[in-house]
Every structure is written in C-alpha cells, then in structure tokens.
C-alpha cells in the first residue's frame, strides 16, 4: 500500500516563474487536498477535488494559482508569476468518502523556495 | 477569531511519563470532527486520532487518547509513557460540517513542539 506521493519534493525558483507540482493520491482515495504550510504555521487549506471535479478554493488561492485532476487521479498544483511570499512546504493529502472519520493522508510535501 | 489554539508552542517532557497537549475550538457548528495530527522533522503529517462532535466516549488509539469537553470545546491529547520518537510537532484540526456535510479541509491550529528528554 503505497501513500500519497508528492514530486518534486524541492524547487527552487526565480521571482516571476512558473513553478509545478505533482500530487498521486492513495489508489483508492476519491478526495484529494491542496494545503500550504509557512514556517512556524500549521497547514493552510488551499483546494480540494472529489475525483476530478474542484469542489472548494480558500481565499489563500489567488488567481496565479490553479489545480487539476484530470481523470480524478493525479492532482498538479500550479503557481504562476512566483512572489516570495509564495515560499511555502506545499502539502497534498487524500481520503476516502467512506470510512467514520474521512482522515487524510498526507504526501511528504514540495517545499518551494521563490529566490 | 483562530478557530483552533493551541497554547503551548513547545515542551519539554521525560522519557516515559505522560504528556498532554492542549488544544481549544471555536465553533457554532453543531456537527465537526477533530483531528490530532504528528509531524516529525521529515515533514510528513502523520495521522493519529479522531473525535466526532456527537461521539459519546473518548477516543483512543494506542498509546494515544483525547480528552475530549465539549462544554468547554477542548479536545486535549494525551501520550502515555512518551518515548523519544515522540519528539514531532503536533497539531490539532477541525473540520466543520462532519460528519453529514462540509466537504472543507481541515483548520490547523499553529501545532506544539514536543520534546522528549531521556
């Protein structure tokens, strides 16, 4: 059983670049999370998907930012125009809708230093 | 208003005893659920416990337990005998709207560093 994967798991970038990430949920996990964390925070709600459809954004996601999951697998969280206030651990997690208590699952995270 | 606080930013407990870390809510949502989550310096988040809002006992997994008053809307969690792997950072979350409804991520509070001392 394999967990949530998260690619890259490092990016260094320069301001005003577009930057990727890639998120593989659980095989059999249906819903599908976007968080950000910044130093010293707990995580940040940012999106989340159940199979391919976007069901909420936070107001943390501004329109530089938009998320996939096409064919409600895979998620990419992407970034465009990076600001230093976008240096963040960007964390995924996924769930299933069954099971009492719906815990998440998360990926080791992508930590993206904008320079 | 934070919707979850955790007072203690850090603490230092040792090898062995029992070690409680708070955690309050705010919310006028009936129905939530509440979450403690483990994250070692790897940085991976690590599920560890569960408490329903209409959920009549504790909740308890292993070495862990929830004290849970929701009078007072606290859901405290407790680690018996701590062991060094314990040294994370842990936070607690909220989920409004759970079960039933409320398809939300989690709210985090800003987490507690923990410390185990041999």
């Known amino acids: 059983d394999t967990g949530v994967s998260q690619d890259p798991r490092h990016k260094i970038t320069k301001r005003g670049q577009n930057v990727t990430f890639r998120c593989d949920p659980i095989?059999?996990?249906?819903?599908l999370y976007w968080y950000r964390q910044t130093l010293g925070q707990g995580p940040e709600f940012l999106t989340y998907?159940?199979?391919?459809?976007?069901?909420?954004k936070s107001r943390l996601l501004s329109d530089r930012f938009s998320a996939e999951r096409p064919k409600g697998s895979f998620s990419t969280l992407e970034i465009q125009r990076t600001e230093q206030g976008d240096s963040a651990m960007y964390l995924c997690?996924?769930?299933?809708?069954?099971?009492?208590?719906?815990?998440?699952?998360f990926g080791p995270g992508t930590r993206l230093t904008v320079l | 208003a934070q919707k979850i606080t955790q007072t203690q930013p850090g603490m230092f407990v040792q090898e062995k005893e029992a070690v409680t870390l708070d955690c309050t809510y705010d919310?006028?949502?009936?129905?939530?659920?509440l979450f403690w989550y483990k994250q070692p310096s790897s940085g991976e988040m690590i599920f560890l416990i569960y408490?329903?809002?209409?959920?009549?006992q504790n909740a308890t997994e292993g070495r862990y337990s929830l004290n849970f008053q929701k009078a007072r809307k606290s859901a405290n969690l407790v680690i018996s005998a701590s062991q060094l792997g314990d040294s994370a950072m842990y936070f607690c979350?909220?989920?409004?709207?759970?079960?039933?409804?409320?398809?939300?991520?989690?709210?985090f509070g800003k987490g507690t560093h923990l410390i185990i001392q041999p």
């Open positions: 095989s059999e996990h249906n819903r």
């Open positions: 998907f159940q199979n391919e459809a976007q069901l909420e």
């Open positions: 919310t006028s949502d009936p129905s939530y659920g």
């Open positions: 408490q329903g809002s209409y959920d009549q």
């Open positions: 979350a909220m989920r409004e709207g759970w079960p039933g409804g409320g398809a939300d991520g989690l709210t």
């Open positions: 997690a996924s769930s299933r809708t069954s099971g009492r208590a719906d815990e998440q699952f």
